[in-house]
């Protein structure tokens, strides 16, 4: 259960850290030209701005999925859930970006394998037989019939 922690949290860090450095070190918002400086469009403030609200998102995603995968490992049965659903959606950017590297260079494409790995591995782990002991406390999960109605 603690690796399978550490491999969503190790998946979801580089989002963190490299978003924290991109807006640290960002250049700043240039100012709006007037409106009637015809050469002036605002493109350049206005995907300055979209850059930011971008890596803002991001961050946030991989925020909730480390807020998630705590969860899990203190026992919350719908944050493996919330788990599996974020894994699945952020496969698809990670899929993409395999796509792009591989079309481009060959090593580019380890850094999204190997976060892919990550967060994939770390989520099959949460469902394994030992991760449900250790969520249960030891104690065998109810089956339905009890779940339902109470003991018999």
């Known amino acids: 259960m603690i690796v399978a922690v550490v491999l969503l ?11 924290a450095y991109l807006l640290v070190t960002a250049v700043p918002v240039p100012p709006r030209k007037p409106p009637w400086d015809a050469y002036s469009t605002g493109f350049a403030h206005d995907m300055a ?7 803002v998102v991001v961050m946030g995603a991989a925020l909730l ?8 490992f203190l026992g919350r049965w719908g944050a493996r859930i919330a788990l599996t659903i974020m894994t699945i959606i952020f ?4 899929f993409w970006a395999i796509s792009i590297a591989a079309s481009r260079t060959s090593g580019l494409v380890v850094i999204p394998v190997v976060l892919l790995g990550l967060s994939v591995g770390g989520t099959v ?13 030891g104690r065998p999960r109810p ?6 109605t109470g003991p018999i």
Do not use: H, S
Request: proline share 6%.
């Open 9 to 19: 949290i190790a998946g979801a860090l580089p989002f963190l850290v490299y978003g």
């Open 49 to 55: 701005v979209l850059m930011r609200v971008v890596v």
């Open 65 to 72: 999925y480390v807020v998630a995968a705590v969860f899990a």
């Open 91 to 94: 496969t698809l950017p990670l």
């Open 125 to 137: 782990l949460l469902f394994t037989p030992a991760a449900a002991r250790f969520i249960n406390g």
């Open 143 to 148: 089956r339905l019939r009890e779940w339902a």
